[in-house]
């Protein structure tokens, strides 16, 4: 069966260490695989995406990798702050644009 | 200012009494989607529209209806509501369908809806 999982539901880290997670799939062949930041009662907001054929993307203090061998993706955010705590998803596109498929969320607290 | 609007933001209805929840986009957006949240599940998708008076199912559509007949306005309809429909929506919208892969998805602030 077709499956989108995130390493787990609550992170806690401290602040200025690298929070790192994580995004599994199976039976599922994207083209890209986005991720959002989204915090209590709003609607999600865009991070990063990146491309099937991509092994890495980065973006200020966020690096996104993609490896479709192992159908996973790594989400890390460097020198984490109180400020990055929210429930980041993971969204798979799986036809180019029309049809996307959400993973449930990881919930990242950043303790000061 | 950019942005999806939703109304209403919270609702709570009855079983069988017909409702709509409108999303508006001022971004000239040709791309929307509707999703639902709930919890342990994610975001799943329920329909969507690559342009006006062009519409398509998602993953979850059964219970829902959607029209496009404005860029703007993509209300989602629930003609007979039914308490498993008890979620939280968001309205999503994206230039161009073709080009959404490498632009973003913009998400609307969600409607909270309880059906008893």
């Known amino acids: 069966s077709q499956k989108i999982e995130q390493n787990s539901e609550a992170l806690n880290i401290q602040e200025g260490k690298t929070a790192t997670l994580t995004c599994n799939y199976t039976?599922?062949?994207?083209?890209?695989l986005q991720w959002y930041r989204q915090d209590p009662g709003r609607g999600p907001v865009f991070l990063l995406l990146?491309?099937?054929?991509?092994k890495e993307k980065r973006k200020e203090r966020l690096k996104v990798t993609f490896d479709t061998t192992l159908k996973q993706s790594l989400f890390h955010i460097t020198a984490s702050q109180p400020a990055d705590s929210a429930t980041y998803l993971c969204?798979?596109?799986?036809?180019?644009?029309?049809?996307?498929?959400f993973g449930p969320g990881t919930r990242l607290s950043v303790l000061p | 200012e950019a942005q999806v609007t939703q109304n209403p933001r919270y609702l709570i209805t009855v079983t069988g009494k017909k409702l709509t929840v409108t999303c508006s986009q001022n971004?000239?957006?040709?791309?929307m989607s509707w999703y639902r949240q709930d919890p342990g599940l994610g975001l799943r998708q329920i329909y969507y529209?690559?342009?006006?008076?062009?519409?398509d199912k998602g993953d979850v559509p059964e219970g829902y209806k959607v029209s496009r007949k404005e860029k703007r306005n993509f209300p989602l309809i629930l003609e007979s509501p039914s308490p498993n429909q008890t979620s939280l929506y968001f309205c999503?919208?994206?230039?161009?369908?073709?080009?959404?892969?490498?632009?973003?998805?913009?998400f609307g602030p969600g409607t909270r809806l309880t059906v008893l």
């Open positions: 999503a919208s994206s230039p161009n369908f073709a080009r959404i892969s490498t632009d973003t998805q913009y």
């Open positions: 039976n599922y062949s994207p083209a890209y």
């Open positions: 990146i491309r099937e054929n991509e």
């Open positions: 969204a798979l596109d799986l036809s180019y644009g029309q049809n996307f498929v």
């Open positions: 971004m000239n957006h040709e791309y």
């Open positions: 529209s690559m342009n006006v008076e062009v519409t």
